[in-house]
């Protein structure tokens, strides 16, 4: 069976057209969306995150700022500020980049993000909205395998997806998405984790087989049906005699499963590419909120 490749970046071209006639029609509004970033630590992948973010952003003539603090930064300093990005107009979008060094209190500094800028949709009001079937913030990256299941025509209806990982920033919106009864959702669907007993007896029976581990290669050849579509959200750095001294590898071993699965996303190239991007398009969806409600207040 042939293999084909999932490429995010061509779903994310398609994803831009349509928003850059929204951002031109802000920019006439005097309204130019904006996001801003806030960074704790020197995480090498969160470093590479921000970096692609802020080119993204420019790309698109949005506007991006990143608030970066030392590992050592304690709570209130951070809450402090969020805080005041909630009331700052020139910006429509917070994002607090993940993971947070150890010791931070993770759940009460994205709860303290107001949910109208919530563009990760992070917050539990966001995450209700989304359980509740009327999802305003989507979190990027299971909203971003929507789009690469809706470009790529792979029909979710009546499928079997089986999601290993459950996140609450992938896997458990992700099942989300996929069990409601929306357009690209009314799926059957099994949620695996650590505690699964006899993860291959599971994911080989997926239709749609999602991957968001954190494992490099986790899921071979072995472990999937002919035919199934696979979704690999996994970044793993592995070394390797390179310059860089890695590469990066999915949590599918993508060679394993070519000729057997109908699809599969590359890593990189696949699902990272579309987590930006919907951060970008929640980001204009925040600030033509925005726009509407100050059209309305006058
Ligand atoms: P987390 O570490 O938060 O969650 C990992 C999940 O995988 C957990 O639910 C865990 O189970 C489960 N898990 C771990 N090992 C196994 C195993 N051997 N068998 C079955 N389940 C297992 O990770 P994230 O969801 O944040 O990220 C997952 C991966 O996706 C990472 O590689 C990350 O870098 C990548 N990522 C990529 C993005 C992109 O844009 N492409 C965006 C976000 C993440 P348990 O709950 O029991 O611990």
Redesign the pocket.
Known sequence: METQLLKGREVVSQINVELRTKISLLKKKGVVPGLAAILIGSDP?SKV?INSKENAFKKLNCYTQTFLFNEDADDDEIISLIKKLNKNDKFHGILIQ??LPGKMAVKKILHTVEPSKDVDGFHPYNLGLLLDGDPNFIP??PN?IIEILKFYKIDTLGKHAVI????????KPMFALLSQNFKMGNSTVTI?????KN?KEITLKADILI?????PN?INGSMVKKGVDIID????RVSDNSIKKYKLV??VFTEDVIGIANSVTP?PG???????CMLIHNTVKAALNFSSTRGSTG
């Open positions: 992948a995150y993940l993971p990027c990256t971003g290993v990982g459950r996140s609450n920033i992938v896997g695996c984790h650590t505690k699964t993860l991957a968001a581990v954190g494992v986790l959200v996994g970044i793993n999915g949590d890593v696949g699902v990272g590419p579309l987590t930006i």
